[in-house]
């Protein structure tokens, strides 16, 4: 059962804070460059080398150009990192997983989201090379801004009850591109749901997974699910789609309580909305500085580096691929 997540202040074998952390960088596509500009602006951190299997790829970090080595044995023989971050496909997760376990035993795994594309991965990555070194996954939506003011909102008003439903819809764009999308991300449940179940982690204990379909076409690649939850003393029920039949990218979160109090998080333009009896009595918002994911991971790497926590307890995150990847 995954428990409610406010804070963690300590985790069996984290790191704790330290002055600089050496970084390996796996995976230098569009992901992987999220990660590197969020890296740059986290000061504990220092990435010394990346590794693609595309030998075109280059690395820069801070203005200075990095080695790229094309095969983590190659870069083992080059460097210690302290964090090896790897941003490559999902089906691949499991393989680079591996490897980056065999050659960096004393390094810290940060895996993108999900951790694998099977729940037999999910647990090797997680249970078996977890107990020998510490392994974090990115949940990056649940480190969202507006995710962070919901929960200080709630938390604000003890009088709210118990959590009652749970509504969230994340559509991607990926219906006219999916066969690259399907080959790098597997379907809108294998990327997004993670996402989903992430987010509602950080509000709700989610007992068990009811249900879970496909609708319509392969290529639409829409999902409902249904799961069991609780916040208070009753249970309450959350559905969940995901989508990439969609003209442009939308996800939100919409969680209503007893008290009539209503949480509205709008993960794609940054905003949050609390609602008493339908009328706004609390907002939140951002400018476009920064982009929208950047957020995300600036604030997953000052959790997980600056503060030295994991982005969950070890028991949570493997029950989240539990609930994304079982029967």
């Given at each position: 059962?995954?428990?409610?997540?406010?804070?963690?202040?300590?985790?069996?074998?984290?790191?704790?804070?330290?002055?600089?952390?050496?970084?390996?960088?796996?995976?230098?596509?569009?992901?992987?460059?999220?990660?590197?500009?969020?890296?740059?602006?986290?000061?504990?951190?220092?990435?010394?080398?990346?590794a693609d299997v595309d030998g075109s790829r280059t690395l820069e970090f801070r203005g200075a150009d990095r080695p790229v080595y094309q095969g983590l044995r190659e870069a083992a023989e080059a460097c210690a990192p302290d964090l090896v971050v790897i941003a490559t496909p999902?089906?691949?997760?499991?393989?680079?997983?591996?490897?980056?376990?065999?050659?960096?035993?004393?390094?810290?795994?940060?895996?993108?989201?999900?951790?694998?594309?099977?729940?037999?991965?999910?647990?090797?990555?997680?249970?078996?090379?977890?107990?020998?070194?510490?392994?974090?996954?990115?949940?990056?939506?649940?480190?969202?801004?507006?995710?962070?003011?919901?929960?200080?909102?709630?938390?604000?008003?003890?009088?709210?009850?118990?959590?009652?439903?749970?509504?969230?819809?994340?559509?991607?764009?990926?219906?006219?591109?999916?066969?690259?999308?399907?080959?790098?991300?597997?379907?809108?449940?294998?990327?997004?749901?993670?996402?989903?179940?992430?987010?509602?982690?950080?509000?709700?204990?989610?007992?068990?997974?009811?249900?879970?379909?496909?609708?319509?076409?392969?290529?639409?690649?829409?999902?409902?699910?249904?799961?069991?939850?609780?916040?208070?003393?009753?249970?309450?029920?959350?559905?969940?789609?995901?989508?990439?039949?969609?003209?442009?990218?939308?996800?939100?979160?919409?969680?209503?309580?007893?008290?009539?109090?209503?949480?509205?998080?709008?993960?794609?333009?940054?905003?949050?909305?609390?609602?008493?009896?339908?009328?706004?009595?609390?907002?939140?918002?951002?400018?476009?500085?920064?982009?929208?994911?950047?957020?995300?991971?600036?604030?997953?790497?000052?959790?997980?580096?600056?503060?030295?926590?994991?982005?969950?307890?070890?028991?949570?995150?493997?029950?989240?691929?539990?609930?994304?990847?079982?029967?």
């Amino acid at each position: 059962m995954v428990g409610r997540v406010t804070s963690v202040t300590s985790v069996t074998r984290s790191t704790g804070p330290r002055t600089s952390t050496r970084v390996l960088l796996v995976g230098l596509g569009a992901i992987g460059e999220t990660h590197a500009r969020a890296l740059e602006v986290t000061p504990s951190a220092d990435v010394v080398a990346g590794a693609d299997v595309d030998g075109s790829r280059t690395l820069e970090f801070r203005g200075a150009d990095r080695p790229v080595y094309q095969g983590l044995r190659e870069a083992a023989e080059a460097c210690a990192p302290d964090l090896v971050v790897i941003a490559t496909p999902t089906g691949t997760h499991a393989a680079v997983c591996d490897q980056a376990a065999r050659y960096f035993p004393g390094a810290r795994l940060l895996v993108e989201k999900p951790a694998a594309a099977t729940l037999g991965d999910a647990r090797r990555i997680l249970s078996d090379i977890g107990r020998r070194q510490p392994v974090d996954v990115a949940y990056h939506t649940s480190f969202a801004p507006e995710v962070s003011w919901g929960q200080r909102a709630i938390e604000e008003r003890p009088e709210l009850g118990d959590l009652v439903s749970a509504e969230l819809f994340f559509a991607d764009p990926y219906y006219d591109d999916f066969e690259r999308a399907a080959a790098t991300l597997g379907d809108s449940w294998l990327d997004s749901g993670i996402n989903a179940l992430s987010v509602l982690a950080r509000f709700a204990t989610i007992v068990r997974r009811e249900s879970l379909r496909s609708i319509g076409a392969e290529r639409q690649s829409v999902f409902e699910a249904r799961l069991r939850c609780r916040a208070g003393r009753r249970p309450a029920e959350a559905l969940l789609v995901t989508s990439w039949h969609a003209a442009d990218g939308a996800k939100t979160t919409r969680l209503r309580y007893a008290s009539g109090i209503e949480l509205l998080m709008d993960h794609t333009a940054v905003t949050a909305y609390l609602l008493r009896d339908g009328r706004v009595e609390a907002a939140f918002g951002a400018d476009r500085s920064i982009p929208r994911r950047e957020r995300h991971y600036r604030a997953l790497y000052h959790w997980c580096l600056t503060e030295g926590r994991p982005a969950f307890p070890p028991d949570t995150g493997l029950h989240l691929h539990e609930l994304l990847l079982g029967d």
